[in-house]
């Protein structure tokens, strides 16, 4: 067996710590990316308001403060949520962002559409997609509503959406 000199042993043993520290630096970059795979988000009601006062068949503009995220605790994000209140139907807590480019959409009364400023994206009192580029209806917050103690109805919803829409 040949005898390795110095600079042989010099080089591999260097070879060998610059693998060691790149194994080391690689496994909390791969934890970090893998980490939201295996962790589940704390689902949590959160309480919207009482709606009452919202008209039928008029979509309401409400703020809520949702929760996001599932690490380290982080202030809950404000968010719209669009209060239908339907006459012979459930009432429906839509989100505002469209599902085209994520853009704020608004209740125009002028048009009796939500109307997506980016791109001309159009959805109707309920929701539904119904001109513009928009793949898809607007999302809506998992809710409930319940009575509180002075009698009002109070909406409540949770901190994801309904993906059965």
């Known amino acids: ?12 043993g260097t070879g060998l710590g610059m693998g060691l520290i790149g194994v080391m630096l690689s496994v909390p ?14 689902l949590t009601w959160i309480t919207v ?3 009452d006062e919202v008209p039928v068949n008029q979509p309401t503009a409400m703020i809520a403060e949702v929760p996001v995220g599932t690490g380290y605790p982080t202030p809950p994000v404000k968010r719209i949520v669009y209060v239908v209140k ?14 085209h480019m ?3 959409v608004h209740w125009d009364p002028s048009l009796g559409n939500f109307l997506c400023p980016c791109h001309g994206g159009l959805y ?6 119904t001109g513009g580029p928009p793949p898809q209806p607007l999302a809506q917050w998992v809710h ?22």
Do not use: W, Y
């Open 1 to 12: 067996m040949k005898k390795m000199s110095r600079r042989e042993v010099l080089i591999r």
């Open 29 to 42: 970059a791969v934890g970090f990316l893998l980490s939201p795979l295996f962790t589940k988000q704390k």
């Open 49 to 51: 308001g009482p709606i």
């Open 86 to 99: 339907k006459r012979d139907g459930p009432t429906l807590a839509l989100s505002n962002i469209c599902t």
């Open 102 to 104: 994520q853009c704020d």
């Open 124 to 129: 109707d009192i309920d929701g539904n997609n």
């Open 144 to 165: 409930r509503t319940h009575t509180d103690a002075q009698g009002r109805t109070i909406l409540e919803i949770q901190n994801q959406l309904d993906e059965h829409i």
